[in-house]
């Protein structure tokens, strides 16, 4: 039996003559596979490089992702560590205050929350102020932050209600002068001008100007207006707490019984009346109607 062959006829262009090329069914076979087997393999190559084309881009979304997560943690990490810092000195700075405001009973101090919490059997130095970057910032730092921030902000809440009550306090204590001049008799003994005896003068005398203004030293309310042939014309405020300033021989008195008056506001005004040699305010400071040294209530130069 003949075996089948193919031919090939190649005709050139401009050739006259023309080239055949048999081959065998067999050889044929073998170039069909081998172009289906290259053919098979060309597809898959591309579908293999476009899968990694898509692959790659994924890959780079996920690297890009896991940079800016990275960086957003770290930076996470540095501000809790930042913020950890702040409290503490804000921790440090409430304490400072706590010992200025004179709050250190150990009631009031656990009352603010300072200490935070039982240190029995504790090993202080083995706690560290910052974690290890190894550790990281977990959530449980978190939450001791959180904590500490609430107990600082009850600390300092109790810091101002109490420097609030003190400058209530301050508000009704007499720390300025009541008038511009200066001091011819301080609070001491010494010889009466009238009688040349030996007494205590209970006030001070601040010798200045006929009708210069005299002003309250203290928020407070006019206790009373009189006119005394010794105090002459005078007025008494009272401050709360059994304080009261008095001022005494007046020329003029510019408020009313009963009125309430703030701290620098012009009650009356610097006279001789009464037992007086010349224009000069006497000022006295009592409490529970004790006479006290005006000079150690002024806060003044």
């Known amino acids: 039996m003949t075996k089948k062959r193919f031919s090939l006829i190649i005709v050139p262009h401009c050739a006259k003559r023309f080239?055949?090329?048999t081959l065998s069914q067999r050889t044929?076979?073998?170039?069909?596979?081998?172009?289906v087997f290259c053919f098979l393999l060309?597809?898959?190559?591309?579908?293999?490089?476009?899968s990694m084309n898509v692959t790659r881009s994924k890959y780079k979304s996920l690297l890009k992702e896991a940079t800016e997560q990275g960086q957003l943690l770290a930076d996470y990490e540095n501000s809790v560590r930042k913020l950890r810092q702040t409290i503490k000195d804000y921790e440090s700075y409430t304490k400072k205050l706590s010992v200025m405001a004179g709050l250190t009973s150990p009631e009031v101090m656990e009352e603010m929350g300072i200490g935070g919490g039982p240190t029995e059997g504790m090993d202080?130095?083995?706690i560290p102020a910052v974690p290890p970057s190894a550790q990281g910032v977990t959530l449980?730092?978190?939450?001791?932050?959180?904590?500490?921030?609430?107990d600082?902000?009850?600390?300092l809440n109790v810091l101002t209600s109490y420097f609030?009550?003190?400058?209530?306090?301050?508000?009704?204590?007499?720390t300025i002068w009541p008038t511009i001049g200066w001091v011819s008799s301080p609070f001491t003994y010494r010889l009466d001008p009238f009688t040349g005896q030996k007494t205590f003068h209970y006030g001070i005398d601040i010798a200045t100007n006929f009708g210069n203004p005299v002003v309250a030293t203290a928020d407070g309310i006019v206790l009373s207006i009189g006119v005394d042939k010794m105090a002459g014309k005078n007025i008494v405020l009272s401050h709360g707490s059994g304080v009261t300033t008095h001022y005494l021989h007046l020329s003029k008195a510019l408020v009313r019984g009963g009125q309430k008056i703030k701290r620098g506001d012009v009650i009356g005004l610097v006279g001789k009346t009464g037992k007086a040699l010349g224009p000069h305010l006497h000022y006295e400071v009592r409490v529970n109607n004790r006479p006290k040294n005006p000079y150690d209530y002024i806060l003044e130069e």
């Open 19 to 21: 080239k055949t090329i």
């Open 42 to 50: 060309l597809v898959v190559f591309i579908v293999d490089y476009f």
């Open 164 to 174: 609030e009550m003190q400058a209530v306090k301050l508000a009704f204590t007499p």
């Open 152 to 155: 600082i902000g009850n600390d």
């Open 28 to 35: 044929v076979k073998a170039l069909l596979a081998v172009s």
């Open 140 to 150: 449980q730092d978190a939450k001791e932050l959180a904590q500490k921030a609430e």
């Open 124 to 126: 202080v130095q083995a």
